[in-house]
């Protein structure tokens, strides 16, 4: 398909090298795509910033402890309380964001309430806090180690990656609860009989609404990640692109995601927040911005999409949702939701969101800055994302 418009990112690169990129976030680009047009916009334009923060629970961090005198090949391993997964390497680890502390006192009077995990661990190692470190071993020759107790920092830590298998959904469900009784899930608080409706991403300000086809999105892309810099692994784990699309083609369900990781020792702590939901247990809230180059007036009229024109399904969390039924009260709009009401079932129902927006566009203005200050280029995708629907439109 030809395009009037038609740039690469190491033109736009140069640009950036020169200071004379032009850079927007998303919010901006709304404005820029309806009052001059997308060929216009992608003529003047040349990154789009996105950003989204919300408790993203496919997350966590890869660790080497550091070897002891005598070595030990760790079985058994917790920070803080929390087990962390051993069967690596003798002391490599990993720990998931929603991996419970075994000794909660109050799980032991509310089962399933949780007031630290695996995410309040992360987050309390990049604010550089000290957490308790514990190993056990069976031994062996070479590994004669049998218990290990340390307190370790972040900076005492030889390797600390941050690898989240799943990230930045494009997309996500609107939950009701159309149940008699109050339920508690990971979508938070939800009332009986529809009393609240709760939403999960940023939606005008969301990397991937920005390019839904991934046209500038793949393998090594280079991305704001809880604070510093990260890359883009693969596809993010239940990654599906087989989901219904509105005429403009942005997905109305849970579609693509991302496999991100990142340096954790080069991140900050308002951007990897531990968080307990409620009913549902432990998460962490994720700071992810992915730069959008417009390379042509297809990328800018995507990038361009206001909350208007980006929808998502509404879903019964009370019978549905856990029972595995597929079915849908309707469609509603990012604009409808961030109004706080929406109108389904022939009734007003009062909007929560689980995102924030403000701290997404603080990480577009964040991602933005570092561009135009030569902080930041951008990354070729070296390789596409497998198995999907997409690559017709590429």
């Avoid at 969101?353 to 603080?362: D, G």
Wanted: hydrophobic share 40%; glycine share 10%.
């Amino acid at each position: 398909m030809g395009y009037k418009i038609c740039k690469s990112i190491d033109e736009i690169n140069e640009k950036i090298r020169r200071g004379e990129a032009v850079v927007v976030t998303a919010e901006e680009m709304v404005n820029i795509v309806k009052e001059n047009g997308p060929e216009e916009a992608a003529a003047g334009v040349d990154v789009v910033t996105t950003g989204t923060f919300a408790p993203m629970c496919s997350s966590g961090v890869f660790i080497n402890f550091g070897h002891s005198v005598p070595a030990i090949k760790a079985h058994r391993v917790w920070l803080n309380g929390v087990p962390a997964y051993a069967g690596i390497a003798a002391v490599d680890i990993y720990l998931g964001a929603t991996e419970p502390t075994e000794d909660d006192p109050l799980n032991k009077v509310y089962p399933g309430e949780f007031r630290y995990g695996g995410g309040h661990v992360i987050h309390d190692l990049v604010a550089g806090k000290t957490i308790l470190l514990k190993a056990k071993a069976y031994g062996t020759h070479c590994y004669p180690r049998k218990y290990l107790e340390k307190e370790v920092t972040l900076k005492d830590l030889p390797y600390a990656l941050l690898c989240n298998p799943r990230n930045a959904y494009q997309n996500y469900n609107c939950a009701i609860n159309l149940s008699d009784k109050t339920i508690y899930t990971y979508m938070g608080v939800l009332r009986p009989r529809a009393a609240n409706a709760n939403y999960a991403t940023a939606g005008q300000l969301s990397p991937l609404f920005k390019d839904p086809y991934l046209k500038t999105i793949g393998v090594g892309t280079r991305i704001f990640l809880g604070g510093g810099i990260g890359y883009v692994a693969w596809a993010g784990t239940q990654c599906n692109f087989k989901v219904p699309r509105t005429e403009k083609g942005l997905p109305m369900a849970p579609g693509a995601t991302l496999m991100v990781y990142g340096d954790l020792k080069q991140m900050k702590p308002e951007w990897l927040v531990g968080v307990s939901i409620l009913g549902y247990g432990c998460s962490l809230a994720v700071g992810v911005g992915v730069p959008i180059p417009i390379l042509n007036e297809e990328i800018a009229a995507f990038a361009g999409t206001p909350d208007e024109e980006i929808f998502t399904q509404v879903v019964d969390y009370g019978y549905d949702y856990p029972n595995g039924v597929k079915r849908s009260y309707g469609t509603v709009s990012y604009a409808e939701l961030k109004s706080g009401k929406i109108k389904i079932l022939d009734k007003e129902i009062p909007t929560v969101p689980l995102s924030s927006y403000v701290r997404a566009r603080q990480i577009a203005e964040i991602l933005k800055s570092w561009i135009k200050d030569k902080k930041f280029l951008l990354s070729e995708p070296q390789a596409p994302f497998p198995s999907t629907e997409l690559y017709p439109f590429r």
